[in-house]
């Protein structure tokens, strides 16, 4: 099973700062089948980019992803109120599927 | 627009069944596979089981392996999650989810999802 460890837990920011996330596999993530989720209280998840830097419909370019093999990168370049939130990796190419435990994203 | 409609959560003893259904409409739902996420209270999403668009494949997650059967009906537009022998650590809001494929590995990333519904297994 590929543990994804995602760092920090929490990040205190801003509106209109820069945000990275980190996500790290116990494993090589074939074919970058790497995910990542933004989820707000009482809401569903809610997919913003995957294979680890495509973003899905509607996303805004502010949100960007990067990262191959082991390590990979969620990068908000300037906060809006509305980012702030609770962000989770996937990794969807190695049964069984696995998240991360999350980044709370909140304002300082 | 994509829509999808959890129901059938609630609370069940120990040891109980509970069937999920997911209505979905705005796609056409033989073409995608659909997944089953749980989340428990306070904490961090779990996968839990995927079907592909045929529904000739399906997985599990190791924890419900042999206790949760995956189902669709194209003709219903429906998902199912038939939930048998629940435990307390089943407890959580479980979240149908539409697939990017009907199938291979980006069967398993979730475009869409729905609400969720509320399993609470207590005596």
């Known amino acids: 099973e590929i543990v994804l460890t995602q760092s920090p837990g929490t990040l205190s920011l801003s509106p209109g700062e820069g945000a990275t996330l980190s996500c790290r596999a116990s494993?090589?993530?074939?074919?970058?089948?790497l995910a990542w989720y933004q989820q707000k209280p009482g809401q569903a998840p809610r997919l913003l980019i995957y294979?680890?830097?495509s973003r899905a419909t509607g996303i805004p370019d502010r949100f960007s992803g990067s990262g191959s093999g082991t390590d990979f990168t969620l990068t908000i370049s300037r906060l809006e109120p509305e980012d702030f939130a609770v962000y989770y990796c996937q990794q969807y190419g190695s049964s069984p599927i696995t998240f991360g435990q999350g980044t709370r994203l909140e304002i300082k | 627009e994509v829509q999808l409609l959890e129901s059938g959560g609630g609370l069940v003893q120990p040891g109980g069944s509970l069937r999920l259904s997911c209505a979905a409409s705005g796609f056409t739902f033989s073409s995608y596979a659909m997944s089953w996420v749980r989340q428990a209270p306070g904490k961090g999403l779990e996968w839990v089981s995927v079907?592909?668009?045929?529904?000739?494949?399906?997985y599990y997650a190791d924890s419900v392996k042999g206790r949760f059967t995956i189902s669709r009906d194209s003709s219903k537009n429906t998902l199912y999650l038939q939930m048998d022998s629940l435990r307390a650590e089943d407890t959580a809001v479980y979240y149908c989810?539409?697939?990017?494929?009907?199938?291979?590995?980006?069967?398993?990333?979730?475009?869409?999802w729905g609400q969720g519904t509320l399993v609470t297994v207590s005596s």
């Open positions: 079907i592909s668009g045929s529904g000739g494949s399906t």
């Open positions: 989810a539409k697939g990017v494929y009907s199938s291979g590995w980006s069967m398993n990333l979730c475009s869409d």
């Open positions: 494993q090589s993530v074939s074919s970058s089948y």
């Open positions: 294979g680890a830097s």
